[in-house]
């Protein structure tokens, strides 16, 4: 049977408006079961913590379940993959961090790009570094430390993570902004470096301060600078880098996205919902008491962050020739 044209294009038109209508309605009873959350990081680890605060918080608040899922590999990017492929409908999540940032210069071949793919949510957290050395180090002071590297070039051996992680990328920000030489030694995690730098085996380390500041308090590591633009509750009379290298900032830090193409309503939503957690002071004194400071921002505030700082370790990654372990 042949329709007449006016019914023909109603039709279709219909047919057209249906994916639309679903999309909204979906997004309106969102979430409609479970939501992930893929952290690539350790289960135990300050993020994964976090992710899982967070993720109690919107369980609460939005009547399901939202479950982390640690998925390691390859500095995060396995987590990052699994969820660019995953549906744009809020129901799988990504724990975005530094690291995100940083892997976008780092890896040449990555078949996703995270400004591009996923969708900024909400930030959740930052935390400084630390500028720690050693105590046999003849040095009190950042401008010492400068002094005390320019004379004995190639000498001092600066620890880290692991290639590629903040606590290098940091040191190599340092380097490049006093124009220093220093040897890097990376290790596979922050533990087995600070062991090191405590047997005195490695000079310098920027590190985060949750994994450092119980050795600084014991005296077993000497602060000379805090990473972050201010000073920290936590080590008020540690000066900031930024006091002695105009322009230094420095800071790990995490927050959420999801698949682009994610409809606006669910992100706006998600995005509220964890801004008034961050406002929870249980929250708030669970986030400090890991040595980090709570972060929240709209999403596209978030989203202009991650540009600014794959920007700048793009810079730093290139000056220092960095690659991926």
């Given at each position: 049977?042949?329709?007449?044209?006016r019914?023909?294009?109603?039709?279709?038109?219909?047919?057209?408006?249906?994916?639309?209508?679903?999309?909204?309605?979906?997004?309106?009873a969102?979430?409609?079961?479970?939501?992930?959350?893929?952290?690539?990081?350790?289960?135990?680890?300050?993020?994964?913590?976090?992710?899982?605060?967070?993720?109690?918080?919107?369980?609460?608040?939005?009547?399901?379940?939202?479950?982390?899922?640690?998925?390691?590999?390859?500095?995060?990017?396995?987590?990052?993959?699994?969820?660019?492929?995953?549906?744009a409908?809020?129901?799988?999540?990504l724990?975005?961090?530094?690291?995100?940032?940083?892997?976008?210069?780092?890896?040449?071949?990555?078949?996703?790009?995270?400004?591009?793919?996923?969708?900024?949510?909400?930030?959740?957290?930052?935390?400084?570094l630390?500028?720690?050395?050693?105590?046999?180090?003849?040095?009190?002071?950042?401008?010492?430390?400068?002094?005390?590297?320019?004379?004995?070039?190639?000498?001092?051996?600066?620890?880290?993570?692991?290639?590629?992680?903040?606590?290098?990328v940091?040191?190599?920000?340092?380097?490049?902004?006093a124009?220093?030489?220093?040897?890097?030694?990376?290790?596979?995690g922050?533990?087995?470096?600070?062991?090191?730098?405590?047997?005195?085996?490695?000079?310098?380390?920027?590190?985060?301060?949750?994994?450092?500041?119980?050795?600084i308090?014991?005296?077993?590591?000497?602060?000379?600078?805090?990473?972050?633009?201010?000073?920290?509750?936590?080590?008020?009379?540690?000066?900031?880098?930024?006091?002695?290298?105009?322009?230094?900032?420095?800071?790990?830090?995490?927050g959420?996205g999801?698949?682009?193409?994610?409809?606006?309503?669910?992100?706006?939503?998600?995005?509220?919902?964890?801004n008034?957690?961050?406002?929870d002071?249980?929250?708030?004194?669970?986030?400090?008491?890991?040595?980090?400071?709570?972060?929240?921002?709209?999403?596209?505030?978030?989203?202009?962050?991650?540009?600014?700082e794959?920007?700048?370790?793009?810079?730093?990654?290139?000056?220092?020739?960095?690659?991926?372990?």
């Amino acid at each position: 049977m042949k329709l007449p044209r006016r019914q023909f294009l109603h039709v279709v038109a219909g047919a057209t408006a249906l994916p639309v209508v679903s999309r909204m309605a979906s997004a309106q009873a969102y979430p409609m079961r479970p939501v992930r959350i893929i952290v690539g990081f350790p289960t135990g680890s300050n993020t994964d913590i976090q992710a899982r605060l967070i993720g109690q918080w919107l369980s609460e608040r939005l009547g399901q379940p939202f479950v982390i899922e640690n998925r390691l590999g390859a500095g995060g990017n396995i987590a990052a993959e699994m969820v660019v492929r995953a549906p744009a409908d809020g129901h799988t999540l990504l724990l975005i961090a530094a690291n995100n940032a940083i892997n976008a210069s780092l890896y040449h071949k990555l078949n996703f790009n995270v400004i591009r793919d996923i969708a900024p949510v909400a930030s959740v957290s930052r935390t400084s570094l630390v500028m720690e050395v050693h105590p046999s180090v003849p040095v009190q002071t950042i401008p010492e430390f400068i002094a005390y590297s320019k004379s004995n070039p190639g000498k001092i051996s600066m620890a880290s993570a692991g290639n590629g992680t903040p606590q290098h990328v940091s040191g190599e920000l340092f380097k490049m902004m006093a124009g220093l030489d220093m040897l890097h030694v990376p290790y596979r995690g922050a533990p087995q470096a600070l062991t090191d730098l405590i047997g005195g085996r490695v000079q310098v380390m920027f590190d985060v301060i949750p994994t450092s500041l119980e050795h600084i308090k014991a005296g077993r590591l000497r602060p000379l600078g805090v990473t972050t633009a201010t000073r920290l509750d936590v080590l008020p009379d540690i000066p900031t880098v930024n006091d002695f290298l105009p322009g230094f900032e420095a800071s790990g830090w995490a927050g959420l996205g999801t698949p682009k193409n994610t409809p606006t309503q669910i992100i706006e939503n998600l995005n509220k919902q964890i801004n008034a957690g961050l406002a929870d002071a249980k929250i708030k004194a669970t986030i400090a008491d890991m040595g980090s400071a709570r972060f929240s921002s709209s999403p596209v505030e978030f989203g202009k962050f991650i540009s600014d700082e794959t920007e700048k370790w793009a810079k730093v990654i290139t000056f220092a020739g960095i690659k991926p372990e």
